[in-house]
């Protein structure tokens, strides 16, 4: 196998750049507010830092709908800013990964606005589809097929230009990009090692596992070819989800294979990750595998529906045995080759300690903080930060439909509350408080003054979205001084990682998994062992058996991490003071 890679201890911060730092006082954070808060990073310890997309957008997703790859969105400043804070970066020794949004563009793209006309070169970019055999084109039920977008309605939308629909899996401002193409894969190649020629060191893939659909050799969607595309089970909101048929697709390894050759063959130290819907933990060690040359890692999704049932809507309390079984499975499967990316965090996922931690106190709240840092940090793989998540930042806190920004959060519940009627205002609001996106897209809360330090006080526009009001106890200013906070608690996690080997290198194995409250592990690298095990209730609990076994009599109280004081002081001190006797 190859020789361990520059990441292999490596600890990657996501930066949602409209809400992580405002420096001209707009009300969204722009790339000076991120230069302005490198040295933070220094003092955290993070390697690597993930920008969420930056580029010219009309922001209807909050620019994961791209305009214009090749040029910074102006509320987020120009190229310039971002060439100074890729060199204030790279002089801390911190790298800068983009996100690339390519399974889609903008509908404001140059590509997609030619491709509306079918004698122009860029006619076959996307997915463009007649109406349905014996229909009006543009009249209800003349989609191609049932197909839903992610965020609402009908993933066809019919274009009158072109007299044709095309194909969006997420809002109708984001038209699938059409792989089968080579001219596309070659423009995508082009901007890629554009920015890393600019010297961003590589990219986190937005939906990557969706640029290969299930087409036939014809470039026929499934059932085309007898008709009508081929459907899926239609859900409880009238659409069927074509995620099924348009993920993982027949030729995604190749894809991966050919855009490893374009562009990052020959270059030194780039970084790959990406969203891997559909992909189990089998495929994730044969995308990952460094002979296959694909990419470096995944994020799989298995671990983050053990709350969910059916729809993101309906969130159930954690099965802790659920969590266990994906994570442990993720591990499992990459024990050898291939490798794991660790996440409960991101801009897409409420935070972490409102979902599955306990948050009705202070107390237990930096308790829970703990808890899911310490359990996620010490597992194998590459460990995600996402802004905020290192302050024991909880969700939003919302009561008001207005409140809300994400167009996820408002078009569901019109689909589920006003058209499907699957859900009544007061439970989807309900909802809408533990599940919605914008739970984790509040400004950062770095101290405690009216806008939390986000944006100045004499801002001309407050912040783009509520800072929450828990800001006055949560927040960097109050934490880096204090060594019981969660923030020097991720401190120590972080250096953890970069000292010891056990904690980047060795193995893991699940212990007592069939245990409802507690959560351990045990990693090992030659002959030294190092137990982890949290108890994940809020009440007292004794270690299981398997765990007991391995360190004798002790019970876990409360909300408490057995072996938290591992990190803060270093294994090796644990090994010296005896609480962790090298197992020969
Ligand atoms: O997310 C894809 C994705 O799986 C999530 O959108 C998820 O389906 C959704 O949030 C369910 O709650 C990526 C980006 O991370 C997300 O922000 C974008 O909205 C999406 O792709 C489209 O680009």
Redesign the pocket.
């Known amino acids: 196998a190859t020789p361990n890679p520059w990441w292999a201890n490596a600890v990657v911060y996501q930066i949602y750049p409209r809400s992580f730092k405002d420096a001209n006082g707009d009300g969204f954070g722009d790339l000076k507010g991120i230069t302005s808060k490198l040295d933070y990073l220094v003092d955290l310890g993070v390697d690597i830092i993930w920008l969420s997309p930056i580029y010219v957008s009309p922001q209807d997703?909050n620019g994961?709908d791209i305009s214009d790859y090749r040029d910074i969105d102006p509320m987020f400043g120009t190229l310039g800013d971002m060439d100074e804070l890729i060199e204030q970066a790279h002089i801390r020794g911190i790298k800068v990964v983009m996100d690339l949004?390519v399974n889609?563009t903008s509908d404001e793209h140059r590509w997609f606005q030619e491709s509306r006309d079918k004698d122009s070169k860029y006619a076959d970019w996307y997915w463009w589809r007649p109406a349905r055999e014996g229909f009006v084109a543009g009249t209800p039920g003349a989609e191609p097929n049932r197909w839903g977008g992610?965020f609402g309605g009908s993933a066809w939308q019919y274009d009158a230009g072109r007299g044709e629909y095309y194909l969006h899996t997420?809002s109708k401002k984001?038209p699938d990009l059409n792989w089968e193409n080579p001219d596309v894969r070659r423009a995508v190649y082009d901007l890629m090692n554009w920015w890393l020629d600019r010297g961003v060191d590589g990219f986190r893939m937005?939906?990557i596992t969706l640029i290969s659909k299930r087409v036939d050799k014809n470039g026929r969607l499934p059932g085309e070819a007898q008709g009508l595309i081929e459907d899926t089970p239609v859900g409880e909101e009238g659409y069927s989800n074509p995620w099924p048929l348009c993920q993982d697709g027949p030729r995604l390894d190749e894809y991966l294979r050919e855009m490893r050759r374009e562009v990052f063959e020959g270059r030194k130290g780039t970084f790959t990750v990406g969203?891997g819907?559909g992909i189990s933990p089998i495929r994730n060690r044969e995308i990952t595998d460094p002979d296959n040359r694909e990419l470096d890692m995944i994020f799989l999704f298995d671990h983050m529906g053990a709350d969910q049932a059916g729809t993101?809507w309906n969130i159930q309390p954690l099965r802790l045995t659920k969590l266990k079984r994906a994570m442990a499975s993720q591990q499992s499967a990459v024990k050898d080759r291939g490798w794991a990316s660790l996440y409960f965090n991101n801009?897409?996922q409420p935070r972490s300690v409102s979902r599955w931690g306990d948050t009705s106190s202070p107390r237990l709240r930096i308790k829970s903080a703990k808890a899911l840092a310490l359990l996620m940090h010490m597992h194998r793989g590459t460990p995600y930060i996402y802004q905020g998540e290192e302050l024991g930042m909880t969700n939003a806190g919302f009561t008001r439909l207005d409140q809300y920004r994400d167009l996820?959060s408002i078009n569901s519940y019109h689909q589920r509350v006003d058209e499907a009627r699957v859900q009544s205002a007061q439970s989807m609001m309900d909802s809408l408080s533990k599940v919605s996106?914008d739970n984790s897209r509040t400004p950062m809360q770095w101290d405690a003054s009216e806008y939390a330090g986000f944006t100045s006080p004499e801002s001309q526009r407050s912040p783009w979205l509520e800072v929450n009001a828990n800001k006055g106890e949560i927040n960097v200013e109050l934490e880096m001084c204090d060594p019981e906070s969660v923030y020097s608690f991720y401190k120590r996690l972080i250096s953890l990682r970069h000292e010891d080997e056990v904690v980047s290198a060795g193995g893991f194995e699940m212990m007592d998994p069939l245990d409802e409250r507690v959560y351990a592990f045990v990693r090992e690298l030659d002959g030294r062992r190092l137990l982890t095990a949290v108890n994940m209730s809020s009440t007292n609990a004794v270690l299981p058996e398997q765990t007991c076994g391995l360190l004798g009599e002790r019970g876990l109280v409360g909300r408490n991490v057995l072996i938290a004081n591992v990190a803060t002081e270093s294994i090796s001190n644990q090994v010296e003071q005896g609480i962790l006797e090298p197992w020969t």
Request: proline share 0%; net charge negative; glycine share 0%.
């Open positions: 997703d994961y949004v889609h992610t997420f984001q937005d939906v969203e819907q993101k801009h897409d996820e996106r």
